[in-house]
């Protein structure tokens, strides 16, 4: 099947420090999408990417596609302790989209 | 409001046990899904259905039967449980290239 990667797998931050993870796919995509999971929770729909070099901003969280469409990136700028959870790219590799390893953020008060 | 509706949320079977996980939506989506996640791992889909009448495997269907009973509801059953089908299984559904909505989850131990 197809392989997504996500980079890093885990990352610590103090409260107040900006985190980014990034989705590496192998192939071009037709979209993307991203997902957060609360700590014993279920994945949650935060966006879809759709065109070459799209960015989106959702207050404090930014998403990049990338201009080839085989990368993507979720930027958080001044992590709170809110944003702790496990965040998934999903890309769409023609059928169904195919969840990523995830990366786990934990933020430090 | 409901959106995803799982049941039960927690079950323990032993081994060469059957058992149904149930999964209703009332978005009126056309795809469901069922996924099974494992500890710090991502989701794996098991079985899809992009719509009413129609069901698909996905990456790892083997040991699971799935029915697409109606538009609302997608069930998953394990006819013979395994130590290895230990799992929290999700259920989803969608419109056609849109975000997933998902269950709460069921957490199935098998012993």
Redesign the interface.
Known sequence: ?QQVMQIPQYQHVQEGEDFTTYCNSSTTLS?I?W?KQRPG????????LVKSGEVKKQKRLTFQFGEAKKNSSLHITATQTTDVGTY?CAP?YGQ???????T?LSVLP | NAGVTQTPKFQVLKTGQSMTLQCAQDMNHNSM?W?RQDP??????IY?SASEGTTDK??VPNGYNVSRLNKREFSLRLESAAPSQTSVY?C?SSEA?????????TRLTVV
């Open positions: 099947g979209n999408q997902y929770g279920h994945p949650v729909f935060l966006i879809q998934f769409n169904n989209f195919v969840f990523g390893p995830g786990r | 899904y996924y710090g791992m991502g989701l794996r889909l899809y996905g990456e999700f989803a290239g849109r975000g997933y909505t998902f269950g709460s989850g």
